[in-house]
DNA sequence: CTCAATTGAATTGTGCGCAATATAAATTAT
DNA sequence: ATAATTTATATTGCGCACAATTCAATTGAG
């Protein structure tokens, strides 16, 4: 109520919450989306999904793996990993064979080409860093940020 | 090549910047995966998925407003939109109607029930603040810099 | 050693996200 | 007024994400 008896709704710290622009969740989801946009050009021409150049990108690093292993790097289950992996495969940048020491596990391989990939992909870093318009200074720090909220949601998770 | 003329991989800046911990990306990937597991549970209660809940966010706000308007301050297109509100109509949180002054718009509007839900997500925001394990100046100013880099981002698909 | 429990991957089903296309309504140009 | 263009939404197809289930291989308890 205000002064004069007309009703008038309270603005809570509640109702704060619930708007779009205070949400740190909804600025974290359309960012993802905004740098798979800006990415979508970049990768096309590697013939590659975002999702998929992750995958290379921890491959590059580390091949020779267990989906599941690959799966914990990039937080993701093998719903998601197999079929993207087939894909993969059938583009024949990686190889997928079952480990003869535990019959259970797939390890993935890059092919050569898989590997050749990666000097194609060394111009993308600085396209995304020019869209970003920012130095790589504040992208490192903000990255730290974020990695940092990240674990702790994930920690959140597992209590 | 080392002082013994042995051939030594030479760590570039590009080599550095194809580094999946070093690609804020994907820190914002990942992120938005792990909001996503944490609201799962408690956008259970309310029978909504994560996108499903940014709209009602949206309208909450202001409702009786074209697909078109949503999809801006949502940074969504009507391929997603459309099939996304007919499940939302469907459970009769919201009502999509035709403009009788131009055919071509669908508006959006929620019914007494998907006004109604607002009440029982309020509790919402204050659980993902515990999971964050943050402070909501923290919370904010971050956000402040992730919507900054997304419109960067977004500015620089517009050239 | 045997059987139950666990583990790693694959499968199924649902819901985004988005490019490409289609369609119908409104606007503009001629 | 008619044709060409633009605009708003819908549809189709593909590729994630992820929960839930299945299945085979491995491990562990008794």
């Known amino acids: 109520m205000d002064s004069m008896g007309i009703m008038v709704r309270k603005q809570t710290a509640a109702d704060q919450a619930l708007r779009l622009d205070n949400q740190i969740c909804f600025a974290v989801y359309s960012t993802a989306h905004a740098f798979n946009r800006v990415y979508k050009p970049l990768l096309d ?10 995958v290379m990108l921890a491959l590059w690093e580390r091949d020779d793996v267990a989906v599941k292993d690959l799966g914990e790097r990039l937080f993701l289950d093998s719903g998601t990993l197999t ?5 993969l495969e059938a583009a024949e940048l990686i190889k997928r064979t079952r480990s003869t020491e535990d019959e259970r596990v797939v390890l993935i391989a890059l092919t050569a080409q898989g590997h050749a990939l990666r000097e194609k992909a060394k111009a ?3 396209s995304i860093l020019a869209a970003s318009d920012c130095s790589v200074g504040e992208l490192l720090a903000m990255k730290d940020e974020i990695v940092a909220l990240r674990d702790r949601l994930n920690a959140a998770l597992g209590e």
């Open 83 to 87: 079929p993207l992996l087939k894909r």
């Open 124 to 126: 993308v870093p600085q």
């Open 45 to 54: 021409r590697l013939g590659l999904t975002y999702p998929q150049y992750l």
